[in-house]
């Protein structure tokens, strides 16, 4: 049986970001962009958040050297996605259109939904697998 995935911490996410905007990084270069100027306490937090984001199967460690780097599995979409469908089973019955509904009725500029058709429509004129 799959594993439910499991919600990112603040702290975590902090992380993911790096991961995603940097690429693989070791422990030190997290530690250092995350906490400059940090010492050995930030050093062990990044590396027990590391633990289990890997836990989470949010992040991979490459071991093939001494100095262990860091890269995430799952993109930032994959992530929006996630947490997006756990709302929506707790709140919406697992439905989506409802939140979707609440965010284009007021949170979104002329912009936002100008692109928003467009992404509609193509979806529209793309076939279904």
């Known amino acids: ?13 902090a992380l993911m970001h790096q991961l995603w905007d940097a690429g693989p990084l070791t422990i030190r270069q997290l530690t250092d962009a995350l906490y400059p100027g940090g010492g050995p306490s930030q050093y062990a937090t990044v590396q027990k958040l590391l633990e289990r984001l890997e836990d989470k199967d949010y992040v991979l460690r490459d071991r093939r050297t001494n100095i262990h780097v860091f890269s995430a599995t799952v993109d930032r979409d994959g992530l929006i996605g996630r947490r997006l469908q756990s709302i929506a089973d707790k709140l919406c019955e697992g439905s989506l259109a409802p939140i979707l509904s609440h965010l284009v009725k007021g949170n979104l500029s002329a912009k936002e939904r100008l692109s928003l058709r467009k992404l509609i429509d193509e979806l529209d004129d793309t076939p279904r697998r």
């Open 1 to 13: 049986m799959a594993r439910t995935p499991q919600d990112v911490t603040d702290a975590e996410l």
